[in-house]
């Protein structure tokens, strides 16, 4: 049984930075692809970035230069650094593992406001 916990969220400035966490347990960690989604009220969910067990990375236009996808395979972890954040990555944002069947983090709050 996978089950993906989330941390890191919260409420940040324009312009600020924060850090997301999603430990991982139940799975060969170094072996699935993991990726990171956000969905506004009101929008369709938003693939925002993925890395696979081999490192290959890609991010959506929206973030890419601002957000870093990691992985530490040892802590079963991948993280999500953002910076330069904007009101529009408003969101709840959910840790992803492409592992046989998919599996989803419960979410967490991501609020840009000043």
């Known amino acids: 049984q996978v089950q993906l916990v989330e941390s890191g969220g919260g409420l940040v400035q324009p312009g600020g930075s924060l850090r997301l966490s999603c430990a991982a347990s139940?799975?060969?960690?170094?072996?699935?692809?993991m990726a990171w989604y956000r969905q506004a009220p009101g929008n369709q969910r938003e693939l925002v970035a993925k890395?696979?067990?081999?490192?290959?990375?890609n991010y959506a236009d929206s973030v890419r230069g601002r957000f870093t996808i990691s992985r530490d395979n040892a802590r079963k972890t991948v993280y999500l650094q953002m910076n330069s954040l904007k009101p529009e990555d408003t969101a709840v944002y959910y840790c992803?593992?492409?592992?046989?069947?998919?599996?989803w983090g419960q979410g967490t709050q991501v609020t840009v406001s000043s």
């Open positions: 890395i696979t067990s081999g490192g290959n990375i």
């Open positions: 992803a593992s492409f592992a046989l069947g998919g599996y």
């Open positions: 139940g799975t060969i960690f170094s072996r699935d692809t």
